[in-house]
């Protein structure tokens, strides 16, 4: 399959995806292998309302999504994907009122397992909200 054809695949996964839409991710740039999704903040994803800090499980999917669509864009990979295991390590919370960006890499493919990782940042490039590796079906 074509690259140009799985980018097209990996945009219309994300769009397709009621949460991708409820929570306002939009995929950014799709490539071989990678993937970037950006989460613009939203005071109705906040978990700690004394802070203003966006809820973990919110991170959680958006790093997990974001981490789908860098396996769906994988040459190795032929068809969609469900993730079998994600292990997430919350570095910090996130900035209020700063857009989260998830970047994500599938630096592996066996015939039946991707591997990716992915991390997720605000404004502070340097310093990672949370970093995660994970585990994706392959369906061939």
């Not at 292990?87 to 998830?102: C, S, W």
Request: charged share 20%; glycine share 8%; aromatic share 4%.
């Amino acid at each position: 399959m074509d690259p140009e054809h799985k980018t097209r695949i990996a945009r219309q996964f994300i769009e397709a995806l009621p949460h991708c839409q409820a929570l306002g991710m939009r995929l950014e740039t799709v490539g071989p292998g990678h993937a970037e999704l950006h989460m613009p903040y939203d005071p109705r994803l906040v978990g700690d309302p004394d802070t203003g800090v966006i809820h973990g499980g919110a991170v959680s999917a958006l790093m997990d999504t974001c981490s789908g669509a860098a396996v769906i864009a994988h040459p190795s990979n032929p068809g969609a994907t469900a993730t079998i295991d994600l292990r997430i390590d919350y570095m910090r919370p996130a900035t209020p009122g700063q857009t989260i960006v998830a970047r994500a890499e599938c630096y592996h493919v066996t015939r039946t397992v991707a591997f990716v990782r992915a991390t997720a940042m605000d404004d502070d490039r340097d310093n990672p909200v949370a970093a995660a590796t994970g585990a994706f079906t392959v369906e061939r």
